[in-house]
């Protein structure tokens, strides 16, 4: 999966409350035995949630980032934003999917319907378009 | 960057937020607590500092802003050693 992601150019960061110590130590113990050289992309720390609490995913009653996940342009706007509760994990295929999308829409000025996949029809939107997507795209 | 010398306790910016702008006179300081949301889907995202573990490399700090011009995807998690 990170290997799609390295294709399209993207920098994966991860980032917890724990410290750079217990990456180290999660990566050696955990990770490496769950898929081969570990996670490949930086793990970051933020004790005391300070970066957390401005990306409006810190906790303060539990002291942790919860699962909050930011897709940030090559402009550095940010894109998207999912936050789940700590119970629920997240759908990478998902996360590929809206990056392609952005990165298509980003190159072409094209926008794209509900659960687009590329490949499929995009619209073009104008006054041509009002009324008429019925004509283009069928879900 | 170079690899951090390493200690126990090893400070970072954490938000670099752009600066305040100069009080009036008399005026009572803010705290510097941050603690607002203020990240937004449509504007310039917030840039920070932190220490980092990057397998093959060791520790580090990262800038956000240090990958600036690529696509980013920054994922948060509740903790390491955990269970999803």
Redo the contacts between chains.
Sequence with gaps: MYDEFKALDVVVLSMSTDSRFVHKMWQEHELSKMLQGGVPFPMLSDGGGKIGAIYGVYDEAAGVDIRGRFIIDPDFVIRAMEVLAPEVGRNPKELLRQVKAFQHVRATGEVTPSGWEPGQVTLKPGPALVGRVWEVWKP | MPELKEGCVKP?R??I?PALPPLPAGAISPTQE?????????????D?E??????GVG??P?K??D????????????????F?
């Design positions: 970072t954490g938000p937020l941050v603690t607002k949301m203020l990240a937004r889907v449509g504007k310039e995202a917030i920070f932190a220490t980092a573990f990057i397998e520790f580090q990262v956000l802003s990958y600036k011009g690529k696509w980013i995807v920054l994922c948060f998690y509740p903790g390491d050693f955990t999803v």
